[in-house]
Structures are given as C-alpha cells and as structure tokens.
C-alpha cells in the first residue's frame, strides 16, 4: 500500500519536474523570441523579416540545405548499403568515422576546411590559379554543411536495415531482378521512411548550423551570410528586434521541422516500433 | 532438370560448413536435406542456389555447369525460411515480381502476367487474398505466397529453406501433403531442407542426411531407416536403444564388415522401441535379458514401455501395439524378457563402422 502510493508520488515529482523543465528551458525562451520579435509590432515584424539582407540570407541557408541534405542522403544510403550488405576491410573504420562530425566541435570543422580550401591551405593556390572560391564562398558553406550534416541519414538507416535483413533483396535477385531493379522495387520502399526521417534530421541541422559556417562563410552581407550568422550579427548591432524577427523564422522552422517529424512517426510507425517488430508481426 | 553436386566444400573462417559433399537429384525428384542445426544443409542449398559461392566442387543443372553462374541466371526457384516477402507489396505484386522484372524481350503482357498469378493465386488456394499485405497473412498462407512467387518463373529446379519451421504441428503437416501434391501435379525437381527427420522421411523420394558439414547417407526415405549407415543417422532418425556390448566370438559368417574385428571387441548394438520384443516367459533367444518396467505410455496406437534392463546404464524403451499389451497386460513394476528381434552393431572404437546388420550376440 504504502509503496504504491510512495510509487504514485515518485511518478507525479517525476513528471512535475520534466514539464518544469520543458516550460522553463525551453517554452518560456521560444515564446520570449516571439515576444521580442513582435514587440515593435506586426508592421515592424514584417518590415524586418523582409529586409533584403534577412531574405538573402534566408535564400542562401535554403539553398544550401537544399544542396546538402540530398547529398547526405547519396552517402547515407551508400555507406548503409555498403554496411548492412557487405563485408570488407575497414568496414568497423567506415562506422566509427562517421561519426566523426557528431564528435568534432563544428568550429573546428569549419577550421579544417580552411586549412585545405583557404586560400594559404593545401587547395589555396591551385584554386586561386583556376579562380574558383571555396573559403569565404558559397561552396565553401555548402562543404562545411555536408560536413556536420553528414552523420544523420546513415545513422538513422544502418540500424533500421541491420534489422530488417537482406532476405527480400536476396529474394529478388533470386527471382532475376537487377541491381536497380532490385534497389528501386524492394530496398528503396522499405526504408523510404528511415531515410526521409534522416532527411528531416539533416535539414533542421543544415538550417540551423552556426559554428562551422561561421568559420568559412566571412560574413559578407547579402552574399555568405546564413541565416544563424544573419541573426548573430544583427544582435551584435543591436537590432534587437529585427535579429529577434530573424530568429523567429529560424523557431518556425525547427516547429514544422518538429512536427513533420511527429507526422512521420504517427504514419510509419517508425521509433515507435522496431523493424523486428514489424518482421514478427 | 537433374542437379549434380560435386565434391562441394564451404568454410567460414575456421568452421568448415561443407566438407566434400557429393550428390545427384534425378530430374523430377523430391529430395530433403536432413540434418541438425550447424550440418550445413542450408548452406549446400544456398551454393546450389548461387546464394554462396563454393570453395571447391562443380554445381551442375541438367549437365550445365554453373557453379559461378549468378543465382539470377540458374532458373531456379527458392522459398526462403522466414519467406522473405516483399512487405510493402501485395500478394499479387509479391507473386508477380519475377514476371515483371525480366528482361523486355521475354517480359510477358501484363495481361499474361494478370492471368500467371491468377493461375497461381488458384494453385495455392489463395485467390481471394490478392489485394492483402503479407503482414495480414498467417504463417501458412506466408509460406503458400512464397511458393507462388517462386513458381511464378517456372523454374527448373525448386528450392525450399526449411519451408515449414516456422509454422505450427497441424499447418504443417497439411503444408507438407500439400507441398507434395503440388510437387507431383507440377514434376519440378525439388530440394527441401528440414531437421525434422519425420518430414523428410514422409515427403521425400530421397533423403540426404548431412552432419558436421558431410554426407552421412544418401538414399530412399525407406532404406535409410531401416539400413541407416552410421550411428549417427541412427540417432537422427528417431528413438533408438544402445547395448554397449563385447563380441563374444570373431564375426564371420553374415558379417557386412569388410575388416573381422577380434573376439572380446568392443560393439555397440542399435535397436529401434519395435523391433524390441517382450514376453512373460523365457523366450529361445539367448540374448533375452530380464527387465523391470518402470513406466507405460499408452496413449496412440503403440504402447511405449519404458524397461530398466541390469547392467545397461539408461533405460531401454520398448514399442509393442495394443494387441501385445492386452495380452501381457504389463503393470510398472513387472518383470519381463526382452530380446532383440533385429539389430545392427557398429564398431565402439569411435570408428563407427557397420559391423553387421541383423541378428548378432553381444
């Protein structure tokens, strides 16, 4: 008797605390951004966000998780393909490695990418001969991106194909299906959730990297600044409320990102039930 | 379509799967591949498959090697245990698969492939679960897509991974008549592997019995159990009784053995529950010895007694119809004479020889 009641107890402290938590770190900062940003007002708001460094900005993030989020989707797939489907040497490297930018502090990513692209790194001067820019550049942003973004679509896959197993892919190939074939009809449906959750993961991350693109982007207005950096330097110039506007759209982008998320997971059952699951059912 | 295995060897590592395996499935033949777990029977069905490659040996399909051949290319079908269907797919699109990925030039209509899987549907009895998920199937009607799905190419030559363990006793049982009809009604040679012995035995045309990777016997379901070559498959191949034992004089006369063994060697003796006879009095038989009974199953048509016999350490389990059993009318704790009715002695040095089969004094 008394155990349950001290277990009932035990569970109301429990939940107390979390949604405390939740409501103080997390609720109560989101809704004084929003706050702040609206505080001029609405006219204000819109003025703000429409100020043509604000759009570029929001332009180039875009653009740039647009390049990055596919391309980790090619290497997620690739690298769990190879993982879950194969043996070869180096294989246990291959996994350790990518977790690589989840280890590494994005400052010092975006360090690295100089050191090879800037223009005293390794690349420097071989670029500069052929007149392209990478460091302080687009393509530079675009590299640093791919760079911390890289771990999410093939983490999220590797497990999930462990678990489901190559007996469909090895049925089909059995049944005369080429390599395509087979990857197109069978593997693709069956991990098409996995895979656009890794995708959710990678933009939200791409959209909202600050270090590493920080490092490579120098901040030149209206042409390499993201909108994290965007946000950075109109709070360092004390444009409180356009900075604040700017990181509100930065919030409503992590909430539909949220949310999509959530979809994804009521409709696939993804999280919520394991493949093995799924296998016995 | 006939497949030849020769001299097939796998290993893994150290774990040496396929030690030398060599056989022969006659064209239209039902052979099992029976074994326990480890015995690489699977692994013989999946080189014969192209699912692995061999070390060494030759895969030969109705005379045509095809040991490197891609399993794409071999013409074979193959169900594999868990079914491996395609689960975003309906049955119908699971069956269609084959069809509808060869080749432009020898793809059917897709009005051919409607009335192919139709024709299938109808052969495995499932012509009202076209639109179904596999995850809405039970485990038979599983098994019964997988088998389409394979059909559906007509294949040559059809290989089953232990088609029915997943399945429970009674699905079973009907699976496997069923199977057999099919097998029959269609003449695709056929490979099935399975570790349970009754299976096999009632299935097949020819069982194959495999352990630690080598091929202890191959032969008619029949030959194998009443002349099983080794201790080993006598073993598998349900309940047996063991008389360790000397050879009171040399063998000669009737003996099977190639080598005479000396007087005084050791032997053991192979008995099956039947072939154990019983009686109140004391039979002709010198090797009769007295046993108490310790327990009686009597439930189904053969009466198990359970004996405890001086001087043999484990019990010895005796299988008499009901007939007998009324007769002697057997209560626990009676005493009895047993003797063998037939049996077959191998060598106990670990060589495991067949010494002789039939009749001899221990």
Same mark, same amino acid.
């Given at each position: 008797?008394?155990?349950?009641? &001290?277990?009932?107890? !035990?569970?109301?402290?429990?939940?107390?605390?979390?949604?405390?938590?939740?409501?103080?770190?997390?609720?109560?900062?989101?809704?004084?951004?929003?706050?702040?940003?609206?505080?001029?007002?609405?006219?204000?708001?819109?003025?703000?966000?429409?100020?043509?460094?604000?759009?570029?900005?929001?332009?180039?993030?875009?653009?740039?998780?647009?390049?990055?989020?596919?391309?980790?989707?090619?290497?997620?797939?690739?690298?769990?393909?190879?993982?879950?489907?194969?043996?070869?040497?180096?294989?246990?490297?291959?996994?350790?490695?990518?977790?690589?930018?989840?280890?590494? $502090?994005?400052?010092?990513?975006?360090?690295?990418?100089?050191?090879?692209?800037?223009?005293?790194?390794?690349?420097?001067?071989?670029?500069?001969?052929?007149?392209?820019?990478?460091?302080?550049?687009v393509p530079g942003i675009v590299l640093a991106t791919i760079f911390v973004t890289f771990p999410f679509v093939a983490r999220e896959l590797i497990p999930f194909m462990q678990a489901q197993g190559s007996d469909e892919e090895q049925a089909a190939a059995v049944l005369g299906a080429g390599g395509l074939s087979i990857f197109f009809r069978v593997t693709l449906p069956n991990i098409k959730w996995a895979l656009l959750y890794g995708a959710i993961l990678a933009a939200s991350r791409a959209i909202g990297e600050f270090g590493a693109v920080s490092v490579v982007s120098g901040h030149i207005r209206g042409k390499t600044t993201t909108m994290p950096l965007e946000i950075e330097m109109l709070y360092n110039e004390y444009q409180f409320s356009a900075a604040f506007a700017a990181a509100s759209l930065l919030s409503l982008? @992590?909430?539909?990102?949220?949310?999509?998320?959530?979809?994804?997971?009521?409709?696939?059952?993804?999280?919520?039930?394991?493949?093995?699951?799924? @296998?016995?059912? | 379509?006939?497949?030849?295995?020769?001299?097939?060897?796998? &290993?893994?590592?150290?774990?040496?799967?396929?030690?030398?395996?060599?056989?022969?499935?006659?064209?239209?033949?039902?052979?099992?591949?029976?074994?326990?777990?480890?015995?690489?029977?699977?692994?013989?069905?999946?080189?014969?498959?192209?699912?692995?490659?061999?070390?060494?040996?030759?895969?030969?399909?109705?005379?045509?090697?095809?040991?490197?051949?891609?399993?794409?290319?071999?013409?074979? !079908?193959?169900?594999?245990?868990?079914?491996?269907?395609?689960?975003?797919?309906?049955?119908?699109?699971?069956?269609?698969?084959?069809?509808?990925?060869?080749?432009?030039?020898?793809?059917?209509?897709?009005?051919?492939?409607?009335?192919?899987?139709?024709?299938?549907?109808?052969?495995?009895?499932?012509?009202?679960?076209? =639109?179904? %998920?596999?995850?809405?199937?039970?485990?038979?009607?599983?098994?019964?897509?997988?088998?389409?799905?394979?059909? *559906?190419?007509?294949?040559?030559?059809?290989?089953?991974?232990?088609?029915? $363990?997943?399945?429970?006793?009674?699905? =079973?049982?009907?699976?496997?008549?069923?199977?057999?009809?099919?097998?029959?009604?269609? %003449?695709?040679?056929?490979?099935?592997?399975?570790?349970?012995?009754?299976?096999?035995?009632?299935? *097949?045309?020819?069982? @194959?019995?495999?352990?630690?990777?080598?091929?202890?016997?191959?032969?008619?379901?029949?030959?194998?159990?009443?002349?099983?070559?080794?201790?080993?498959?006598?073993?598998?191949?349900?309940?047996?009784?063991?008389?360790?034992?000397?050879?009171?004089?040399?063998?000669?006369?009737?003996?099977?053995?190639?080598?005479?063994?000396?007087?005084?060697?050791?032997?053991?003796?192979?008995?099956?529950?039947?072939?154990?006879?019983?009686?109140?009095?004391?039979?002709?038989?010198?090797? @009769?010895?007295?046993?108490?009974?310790?327990?009686?199953?009597?439930?189904?048509?053969?009466?198990?007694?359970?004996?405890?016999?001086?001087?043999?350490?484990?019990?010895?389990?005796?299988?008499?119809?009901?007939? =007998?059993?009324?007769?002697?009318?057997?209560?626990?704790?009676?005493?009895?004479?047993?003797?063998?009715?037939?049996?077959?002695?191998?060598?106990?040095?670990? *060589?495991?020889?067949?010494?002789?089969?039939?009749?001899?004094?221990?």
């Open positions: 008797m008394t155990l349950r009641l &001290s277990a009932r107890a !035990g569970r109301a402290v429990l939940i107390a605390t979390a949604l405390l938590f939740v409501a103080f770190f997390l609720l109560l900062p989101l809704a004084a951004v929003f706050a702040q940003a609206f505080s001029r007002g609405a006219s204000f708001y819109l003025d703000a966000i429409r100020q043509p460094d604000i759009l570029s900005a929001l332009r180039l993030t875009l653009l740039v998780a647009a390049i990055a989020v596919p391309f980790n989707l090619l290497f997620g797939i690739a690298a769990s393909w190879a993982i879950t489907r194969f043996d070869f040497i180096g294989k246990n490297l291959l996994i350790t490695l990518i977790d690589v930018p989840l280890a590494v $502090s994005p400052v010092v990513a975006g360090m690295m990418y100089v050191e090879v692209f800037g223009l005293h790194g390794w690349l420097g001067p071989w670029l500069s001969d052929h007149d392209l820019r990478v460091i302080y550049a982008a @992590a909430v539909i990102t949220l949310l999509i998320k959530k979809l994804l997971e009521m409709t696939s059952g993804l999280h919520g039930r394991t493949a093995q699951e799924d @296998a016995e059912s | 379509m006939s497949i030849q295995v020769d001299g097939i060897s796998k &290993s893994y590592g150290s774990f040496a799967a396929l030690d030398n395996v060599s056989l022969t499935v006659e064209s239209g033949q039902l052979v099992a591949l029976l074994g326990p777990s480890g015995s690489g029977k699977t692994t013989l069905l999946r080189v014969i498959a192209g699912l692995e490659e061999p070390d060494s040996g030759s895969i030969q399909l109705h005379g045509e090697e095809t040991t490197h051949e891609l399993a794409a290319s071999r013409g074979i !079908g193959f169900v594999f245990q868990h079914y491996a269907l395609f689960r975003h797919m309906s049955v119908f699109e699971n069956i269609a698969f084959g069809l509808r990925v060869q080749p432009r030039k020898i793809r059917l209509s897709r009005k051919e492939i409607r009335e192919r899987v139709e024709e299938l549907l109808k052969l495995v009895q499932l012509e009202s679960y076209a =639109r179904m %998920h596999p995850d809405q199937l039970s485990g038979g009607q599983r098994q019964r897509v997988a088998l389409a799905r394979a059909l *559906a190419v007509r294949p040559k030559v059809l290989l089953l991974d232990e088609p029915f $363990s997943a399945l429970d006793a009674k699905v =079973r049982k009907d699976l496997r008549d069923w199977l057999r009809r099919i097998h029959d009604e269609l %003449h695709v040679t056929t490979v099935l592997v399975t570790h349970d012995q009754e299976e096999a035995l009632e299935v *097949a045309d020819r069982v @194959a019995i495999l352990n630690q990777g080598a091929l202890e016997q191959f032969g008619a379901p029949q030959a194998i159990y009443d002349h099983p070559a080794s201790p080993f498959v006598y073993n598998f191949l349900g309940n047996v009784n063991l008389f360790h034992g000397r050879l009171l004089s040399a063998l000669s006369e009737g003996s099977h053995s190639e080598a005479e063994r000396p007087a005084n060697h050791t032997a053991v003796g192979f008995v099956r529950p039947h072939e154990l006879a019983v009686s109140r009095e004391m039979p002709g038989d010198s090797r @009769a010895v007295v046993a108490s009974v310790e327990r009686i199953q009597a439930t189904g048509p053969l009466i198990r007694l359970e004996l405890s016999v001086a001087g043999n350490g484990r019990p010895v389990t005796a299988e008499i119809d009901r007939k =007998r059993y009324e007769e002697l009318a057997v209560v626990p704790g009676d005493k009895l004479f047993v003797w063998p009715e037939s049996m077959r002695l191998f060598d106990g040095d670990g *060589a495991s020889s067949l010494l002789l089969d039939e009749g001899a004094g221990i």
